[in-house]
């Protein structure tokens, strides 16, 4: 087994790794609060959660307050685990390397 087996491409943008790392944290963020804490346009962020939700690893959830607009995101079961394993690796990485010296 390779020590690259578990990274997963899809997690090698700092933004898509940026939204899952405050997915895994917090049970729901908005649109907004992860534009502000990545420092990101809307189109820019936008398109990334599209991948994401593409590969079904969050979920949209939209609602209105006070006739706004609000979305929100949750990661799933399956990003959650996506994700886990990608850092897993990214650790077993780092470790061999440690090991190496």
């Known amino acids: 087994m390779s020590i690259i087996e578990n990274i997963n491409k899809l997690?090698?943008?700092?933004i898509r790794l940026g939204i899952m790392s405050v997915l895994m944290?917090?049970?729901k963020v908005s649109f907004n609060q992860l534009?502000?804490?990545l420092e990101?346009?809307?189109g820019n962020?936008?398109?990334h959660i599209k991948a994401l939700e593409k590969a079904e690893y969050l979920e949209v959830q939209k609602s209105f307050v006070d006739r706004k607009p609000n979305t929100k995101?949750?990661?799933t079961k399956l990003g959650k685990l996506a994700f886990k394993?990608?850092?897993d690796a990214l650790e077993?990485?780092?470790?061999s390397k440690n090991e190496l010296k």
Do not use: C, G, M, P
């Open 45 to 47: 962020l936008a398109s």
């Open 40 to 42: 990101v346009t809307d």
């Open 11 to 14: 997690f090698d943008h700092r």
């Open 35 to 37: 534009k502000e804490l």
């Open 92 to 95: 077993n990485i780092i470790k």
């Open 73 to 75: 995101y949750k990661a």
């Open 25 to 27: 944290v917090n049970e």
């Open 85 to 87: 394993k990608h850092i």
